[in-house]
């Protein structure tokens, strides 16, 4: 039995939100993609204990959800402070705030691929 979609992405940020790595096998299938780049599992946890590192108050706030089985669609706004650079840019803890809208497609309750940009323009008009 399939679960609802929404549901699952809430307690998937929930995850995320609590650097609860072991338990991103409960929401991310081995085999995810992202960005058209197939990167499996362990490539998408790294990736985002990256950018925990990277951005050490990093907090995923859902503005924006909508779910379609098996796709899920959302806004998450984050007010942060990168290090060093973010985007290429030089952010040096500088406080940004910015939107990524991100596409998700599920399989067996799980994510198998990714589709994400994050709003540089935004963050590009705050540091100047």
């Not at 929930?14 to 990167?39: K, M, T, Y």
């Not at 985007?87 to 406080?95: S, T, W």
């Not at 998700?104 to 323009?121: H, L, P």
Request: aromatic share 12%; glycine share 6%.
């Amino acid at each position: 039995m399939t679960k609802d979609l929404s549901d699952v992405y809430r307690s998937y940020i929930a995850c995320l939100n609590r650097r609860d790595w072991p338990g991103l096998e409960q929401f991310v299938d081995a085999d995810v993609s992202h960005n058209g780049r197939q990167i499996g599992l362990s490539g998408y946890r790294a990736m985002l204990e990256k950018d925990f590192h990277d951005i050490p108050d990093l907090h995923f706030e859902i503005e924006l959800l909508v779910s379609d089985a098996p796709y899920v669609a959302s806004r998450l706004g984050f007010d942060c402070s990168p290090k060093g650079r973010f985007l290429g840019l030089d952010i040096n803890g500088k406080h940004v705030s910015f939107a990524e809208n991100v596409f998700y497609q599920f399989r067996q309750d799980r994510i198998v691929r990714v589709w994400s940009v994050i709003d540089k323009a935004a963050v590009e008009a705050q540091i100047k």
